[in-house]
C-alpha cells in the first residue's frame, strides 16, 4: 500500500484557503499512486480551540463533505481531522473516508491536550477508531495521545498500521521523533506520525517531521515530494519480521492492571 503523508502548512482558522492546499497535495499524490493521503490534525483550521467559530455538526460537517467529494474526484482515501459539536464543547476528531467517499472510521481524540487548555473546550473520546482498508487495519490517534502507550499497545492487538496527526510544535519535536519510534518498537507494528509545518495563530512553531516506522523501529524508505513524504509498506514485512523476533507475545496484560 502506497500511503502520503502530507506535511500541511496550515493557514490559520481559513477553511477555504486550506481546502484548495489539500487538493493541490492531493493531486500530487494520486500523480505518486497514493492508496490514502494523510493530513495533520484540524486539518482545514490548525490547533484552535476558537470553537464557535471552527466547530461543525457531525450531521452536516462541510469538512467531511468536501473531503469525500475529493475522495471520489481522485479515486484515493483520505484521513484528515476536523472539530465536531458535542453539547457547549467540541470533539476533536480524525475522520478515515474511503475511495468511494464514505466515511469507514471517525476517531475521538481521548487524550486532550490540558497543558495547552484543549480540555476547557473540547471533550475527551472514550473508544478506540481501527478501519479495515486494503488489507490493513489501520487504528486512528491524534497528538498528545502519542504519549500514553497503553493506547497503542491496546491498538496494537488488532492493527498493522496505527497513524497519529498532530499538530506537534518544533519546541518538543524531539519528543515526537522519540515517541514515534518507541510506540513502533514496543507493538511491533508501523506508525506514522503526519505533523504540520510553518507558524499557526497562536505564534508556536512547526517543523517538517511526518515520519512512519516500522516494527524495528526503523525509518521507512520514502520519497520526499515538496510537503509530501510517499511511502510503500507491506503487510507481509511485520509478519516476517515477527516470526524471527517476537516480543509482544510476551505481555503479561492481567498483571500491568494490577499494578497500574
Given amino acids: 500500500m502506497k500511503i502520503a503523508l502530507i506535511s500541511l502548512n496550515q493557514i490559520w482558522e481559513d477553511k477555504d484557503k486550506n481546502l484548495i492546499l489539500c487538493e493541490k497535495n492531493i493531486q500530487k499524490a494520486v500523480e505518486g499512486k497514493a492508496d490514502l493521503i494523510i493530513f495533520p490534525e484540524m486539518t482545514l483550521t490548525g490547533f484552535s480551540n476558537n470553537i464557535p467559530f ?6 452536516d460537517s462541510k469538512t467531511i463533505k468536501e473531503f ?3 475522495a471520489k474526484k481522485y479515486n484515493t482515501a483520505l484521513v484528515f481531522g476536523v472539530a465536531i459539536k458535542d453539547g457547549d464543547k467540541a470533539l476533536n476528531k480524525a475522520v478515515f473516508i474511503d475511495k468511494n467517499g464514505s466515511v469507514l472510521g471517525k476517531y475521538s481524540k481521548i487524550h486532550p491536550f490540558t497543558f495547552a487548555g484543549e480540555d476547557k473546550y473540547f471533550n475527551a473520546g472514550n473508544s478506540l477508531e481501527i478501519v479495515n482498508f486494503e488489507n490493513f ?8 495521545d502519542l504519549r500514553f502507550p497503553e493506547l ?6 488488532s492493527c498493522d498500521l496505527v497513524i497519529n496527526i498532530a499538530n506537534w510544535p518544533f519546541k518538543r519535536v524531539a ?3 522519540t515517541l514515534l519510534k518507541a510506540r513502533a518498537i514496543e507493538n511491533q507494528i508501523f506508525i506514522a506520525g503526519i505533523n504540520r509545518v510553518g507558524v499557526d495563530g497562536n505564534n508556536l512553531e512547526y517543523c517538517e517531521s511526518s515520519n512512519m516506522f516500522n516494527a524495528n523501529g526503523e525509518q521507512v524508505y520514502f520519497e520526499q515530494i515538496d510537503e ?3 511511502y510503500e509498506i507491506e503487510k507481509d514485512w511485520t509478519k516476517e519480521f515477527k516470526s524471527k523476533f517476537n516480543t509482544t507475545n510476551d505481555r503479561k496484560v492481567e498483571f500491568y492492571k494490577e499494578i497500574l
Fill in 137 to 144: 487495519k489501520i487504528g486512528l490517534t491524534i497528538c498528545y
Fill in 228 to 230: 509530501m513524504k510517499l
Fill in 152 to 157: 497503542y499497545s491496546s491498538l496494537a492487538k
Fill in 175 to 177: 519528543h515526537w521523533n
Fill in 68 to 70: 469525500s467529494s475529493l
Fill in 54 to 59: 471552527i466547530v461543525e455538526n457531525i450531521e
